[in-house]
């Protein structure tokens, strides 16, 4: 199982960035895909992810309503979508999978088995 994440830059305030994450070596359609962000020195925190079949989601309370998970299981790729980017959303972005992960109980880092390498966003003016 391999991730490949990217997609991250540099982004005004109130800006917007869609992250990439394709998987290869395993059925992706299988698994749940979660993203996380990690600044230094600070735990690896969720921000959402995405069922096998993209029929359902689930979002950390500080990016609901402008962070939108997607997939597209024919390219074997997840997409996170950030709108109004903020300079808090400031981190680097990692997506994850693992087959025993569930869209009810997809926040916890420690529950993944699979990373991508992380790719860095940042928001700044």
């Known amino acids: 199982v391999q991730l490949q994440a990217s997609g991250g830059g540099l982004v005004q305030p109130g800006g917007s960035l869609t992250l990439s994450c394709v998987g290869s070596g395993y059925r992706m359609d299988y698994y749940v895909v979660g993203w996380f962000r990690q600044v230094s020195g600070k735990e690896r925190e969720a921000v959402g992810c995405?069922?096998?079949?993209?029929?359902?989601?689930s979002y950390a309370d500080s990016v609901k309503g402008r962070f939108t998970v997607s997939r597209d299981n024919s390219k074997n790729t997840v997409y996170l979508q950030m709108r109004n980017l903020q300079p808090d959303d400031t981190a680097v972005y990692y997506c994850a999978t693992d087959y025993y992960v569930s869209t009810a109980k997809c926040n916890r880092a420690q529950d993944y088995d699979y990373w991508g390498q992380g790719t860095l966003v940042t928001v700044s003016s």
């Open positions: 995405i069922s096998d079949t993209g029929g359902s989601t």
